[in-house]
């Protein structure tokens, strides 16, 4: 055999270790554990303290509904007093009153108070719907970024292990003076880049990681791959049930019954008391009792009540312009998230058809290299490019998954 048969048959073992090595990356990602993005989310619901009091605050708003249907305006008060001159002429003087004031309801007020109250538990409820989807934003982001980190790391240690080989047989082959110490320090060269490359990539994923901990609560194991999202729909989804939209006509909606709520406020509310009295003139004068029914009617402030209504007024015209905003924000970003994704599918088959191509050119020329039509400078820089091209459809593979999950999430969709 040959020094230059010799040196190809090394290079050919070589290279078909980097290509088991392939095979052996691709077995361990169809091995892995498979998750859900929804598996994810429901995690993060549970460290949610907005989802957890979301509850509470519900409750707390239909309890003031029920005080909304109380037949007066505030809770009645009891009134009590006593007269004496005990301390003066002493003449036996004695007075003792006792009775009940009760708020009533200005004109119209009740019926505003009720829709007041009916459109702030609407909003309770929407306001919940619309952290759920803020929380399924964070997660899908957070799973598909770990994801992305974690096929850096498998290509960064696969290309570090093949380099690994590289330069143990071209260590022996320089010892065994077939190859110049030229060759083993641009392979250290190589090595050296390979290990920076893989210390980069595992301290970008452990921030991945650190950061997918704190916002699902989870630890994140290499093993595991998470399943793409269906980008398929139910007939009749549009923007207009996105919860952005429908949080921002109910908050119009509260302003407005607001307004109207101040509409009947111009003055607070008047009270109706009744009295009973008991009372003796001298110690020798007989009990005498009457009953007494009184009303109390505030005058208000017409500045006062003007600026109020103003308020309202102001507030009533920035939900609608935030009305009018979230449609428009909303419509384009869900054209854009369609369009993207269009775009990333297109990327994704192009990607797949690359490494296909590439592995392809790769083994001819292997075989070319063992008939010796070529050389191998060029076999390994081909080697390269499939491992390249494999790196991209991969990530290409999750970027088309994160594109779908963005896709759903400009429309409203929860995992």
Known sequence: MTSSTASRFICFSILFSLVQGLSFAQTVSTTSLEQTVNDAYQSALLLSPEIKAAQDRIQSLTSRREAASSLTSQPLTLEGAYRTDSLHNDQGLREMTLGVSAPVWNWNEKSSTQAVRDAEIQEAHLQLEQTKLEIAGQVRQLVWDLQAAQVDVDIAKLRYASVTDLLASVNKRVNAGELAETDLMQTRVLLSQAEAEQARAIGLREQAKASYFAGVGLQASPDEKYLPESASMSEGVTVADHPSLKLAQAQLGLNQSQKKLTATQSRPNPEIGLALISERAAFFSGQDKSLVLSTRIPLGSSSEYKSRVLEAQANETAANMRLLNTQRNLGSKSR?????????????????????????????????????????????????????ANRLNSKATIEHAAKVSAYLQAMGLLP
């Open 336 to 388: 854009l998230a369609e369009s993207e994704l269009e775009l990333f599918s297109r990327l994704r088959l192009a990607a797949t058809a690359q490494a296909n191509l590439s592995q392809k050119v790769y083994e001819l020329h292997k075989k070319a290299f063992e008939l010796g039509e070529t050389d191998l400078a060029t076999l390994i820089r081909l080697e390269q490019t499939a491992i390249e």
